[in-house]
């Protein structure tokens, strides 16, 4: 069920339901049917707001034009699209049947245009504060760990790299836990280098949980002299 994959339970079931139909089913069915261009654009400027306060509160010491360029990084049409494909939306979109042969349920901007109508309808049925925490859910992979994270070293890379050159194989990760609640969850993870040596380490996202076990890993094999 939709609901269940964005973990949000909609009191109005009808405004979820408004936000999956796009204007070429509606106009195939008489135009009776409310669809989603007009949440759409409630959508996209509630999506503005949230996303620029999380980024205000973020980073306090970071200049006005730099919070820009990562505001229109995350509410790209590639992100929304992405994110959209993530939660399955694009199978539960009601489509007219020109629109569907075309190949709209595959195109980018309408699956962006549809979770911004989704963001609306979410904002409609619950308020900002529900909205808010909807988005740092959906988000949770894509904040922006810190401004100068596009110059930090790729740890597993690295990692990798040396174990290639040193024992001629790769490490292993593995999960161990994801605990806490959706929008605020810490992932653990094991990392097993060929020696045996294991290193665990946590994150925010499973992609930092393991570069910072990578980062570890690097760290133990230059104290021993391997590195």
Request: net charge positive; no cysteine; glycine share 4%.
């Given at each position: 069920m939709f609901q269940h994959r964005i973990h949000?339970?909609?009191r109005e079931v009808k405004l979820l339901d408004q936000a999956l139909t796009h204007s070429s089913w509606a106009n195939e069915h008489g135009g009776k049917w409310p669809h989603n261009e007009r949440l759409e654009f409630l959508g996209d400027a509630v999506l503005e707001l949230c996303v620029t306060q999380e980024l205000f509160e973020r980073f306090p010491h970071v200049r006005e034009g730099e919070l820009t360029r990562?505001?229109?990084?995350?509410?790209?049409?590639?992100?929304?699209?992405?994110?959209a494909r993530e939660i399955g939306l694009e199978t539960c979109l009601r489509l007219g049947k020109g629109e569907e042969s075309q190949g709209g349920r595959d195109r980018a901007s309408l699956l962006a245009d549809a979770m911004e109508a989704v963001i609306g309808a979410v904002f409609l049925d619950g308020g900002f504060e529900a909205v808010r925490t909807f988005l740092r859910a959906l988000f949770a992979e894509r904040w922006p760990a810190d401004v100068e994270r596009?110059?930090?070293k790729d740890y597993k890379s690295h990692l990798q790299e040396?174990?290639?050159r040193l024992y001629r194989e790769r490490p292993g990760y593995a999960l161990l836990e994801a605990a806490g609640p959706?929008?605020?969850k810490v992932f653990a993870v094991l990392l097993t280098l060929p020696t045996g040596e294991?290193?665990?380490a946590q994150?925010?996202?499973?992609?930092?949980?393991?570069q910072a076990a990578a980062k570890?890993?690097?760290a133990r094999l230059e104290q021993d002299g391997t590195g």
């Open positions: 949000y339970p909609f990562m505001r229109s990084r995350l509410v790209s049409q590639p992100a929304l699209s992405g994110l596009k110059k930090e040396l174990t290639q959706e929008h605020a294991t290193v665990t994150g925010p996202s499973l992609k930092r949980a393991e570890a890993a690097i």
